[in-house]
């Protein structure tokens, strides 16, 4: 069982930055692929990012290619997202979620474990 705690949502402006983080429970994290997805007013949830176990590999959307940076620190159980360049369409609520498998995968139903979500508003 794996406990996800998010963290460092906000109100930013337009072209502004932001760091979420997933501080997660159990000492199998380290096994885990990570991602995060999100999910707008009215609209359904989307994968972001997504990393492997050992932070070697990565997946983006193509929305927030080039802006948004996941990253992981096993030693801390502890999963990041970097946003930049944020714009309006960013407005979400942001969710981590830990997958047992090896593969990066980018559809919701193949993790296991999530989040309560945290709040990233962008004003433009």
């Known amino acids: 069982q794996v406990q996800l705690v998010e963290s460092g949502g906000g109100l930013v402006q337009t072209g502004g930055s932001l760091r979420l983080s997933c501080a997660a429970s159990?000492?199998?994290?380290?096994?885990?692929?990570m991602g995060w997805f999100r999910q707008a007013p009215g609209k359904e949830r989307e994968f972001v990012a997504a990393?492997?176990?050992?932070?070697?590999?990565?997946t983006y959307a193509d929305p927030v290619k080039g802006r948004f940076t996941i990253s992981r620190d096993n030693a801390k159980n502890t999963v990041y997202l970097q946003m930049n360049s944020l714009k309006p369409d960013d407005t979400a609520v942001y969710y981590c979620?830990?997958?047992?498998?090896?593969?990066?995968?980018?559809?919701?139903?193949?993790?296991?474990?999530w989040g309560q979500g945290t709040q990233v508003t962008v004003s433009s």
């Open positions: 990393i492997n176990w050992s932070g070697s590999g990565t």
């Open positions: 979620a830990a997958d047992r498998t090896l593969p990066i995968r980018t559809t919701q139903h193949n993790y296991d474990y």
């Open positions: 159990g000492r199998t994290f380290s096994s885990y692929t």
